[in-house]
T-cell receptor, first 115, second 117 residues
Framework: AQKITQTQPGMFVQEKEAVTLDCTYDTSDPSYGLFWYKQPSSGEMIFLIYQGSYDQQNATEGRYSLNFQKARKSANLVISASQLGDSAMYFCAIQSNFGNEKLTFGTGTRLTIIP | GAGVSQSPRYKVAKRGQDVALRCDPI?????LFWYQQALGQGPEFLTYFQNEAQLDKSGLPSDRFFAERPEGSVSTLKIQRTQQEDSAVYLCASGKPGGMAYNSPLHFGNGTRLTVT
């Protein structure tokens, strides 16, 4: 079984500051992927960034980067230079590379950017 | 279409009614998933198809929930005798074209918000 833990139900950040959203995971699979999704109030799930368990480098996508610490089983999302449009729910998810391709999600963090 | 399409966007059902939720995945996507998202929670897995085969239905909460994908494209999630606890957003997601979605993000629709009164 796989599990994602997001311990920050809500965060408030000043516009233009960087923010780190925490994610820890639990899995017994040797190969897996970690994903972050953004869900604005409109409801759609927007893919942000992916990290494979065997990737040597931390993933980056524009203002998003993933701080992957495999030994600690953490995959924190870092958003640099936050913008008002970053206000949304953020979900961390894990996918095993064996069997079913389903994603297992955490409970999410609600990020609010303050002007 | 360009993305995953779900209909209806909103559905209000009286307790005890049957409902059917439709998902039109991205053309060519082999994998299709249904998730249930309660208010303020993360999406919870319901069921998974590879083409027309339902390979995992372990997340369906009761035998009132039934999903099908008869021709390997459009999928329908049916809920019989709806209960108030079924109120949630139902999300459909599909994988990447032509193959398995390992190491590849799932593409989600906008969901159907079901309210059971």
């Amino acid at each position: 079984a796989q599990k994602i833990t997001q311990t920050q139900p809500g965060m408030f950040v000043q516009e233009k500051e960087a923010v780190t959203l925490d994610c820890t995971y639990d899995t017994s699979d040797p190969s897996y992927g970690l994903f972050w999704y953004k869900q604005p109030s409109s409801g759609e799930m927007i893919f942000l960034i992916y990290q494979g368990s065997y990737d040597q480098q931390n993933a980056t996508e524009g203002r998003y980067s993933l701080n992957f610490q495999k030994a600690r089983k953490s995959a924190n999302l870092v958003i640099s230079a936050s913008q008002l449009g970053d206000s949304a729910m953020y979900f961390c998810a894990i996918q095993s590379n064996f069997g079913n391709e389903k994603l297992t999600f955490g409970t999410g963090t609600r990020l609010t950017i303050i002007p | 279409g360009a993305g995953v399409s779900q209909s209806p966007r909103y559905k209000v059902a009286k307790r005890g009614q049957d409902v059917a939720l439709r998902c039109d995945p991205i053309s060519g996507h082999v994998s299709l998933f249904w998730y249930q998202q309660a208010l303020g929670q993360g999406p919870e897995f319901l069921t998974y198809f590879q083409n027309e085969a339902q390979l995992d239905k372990s997340g369906l909460p009761s035998d009132r929930f039934f999903a099908e994908r008869p021709e390997g494209s459009v999928s329908t999630l049916k809920i019989q005798r709806t209960q108030q606890e079924d109120s949630a957003v139902y999300l459909c997601a599909s994988g990447k074209p032509g193959g398995m979605a390992y190491n590849s993000p799932l593409h989600f629709g906008n969901g159907t918000r079901l309210t059971v009164t």
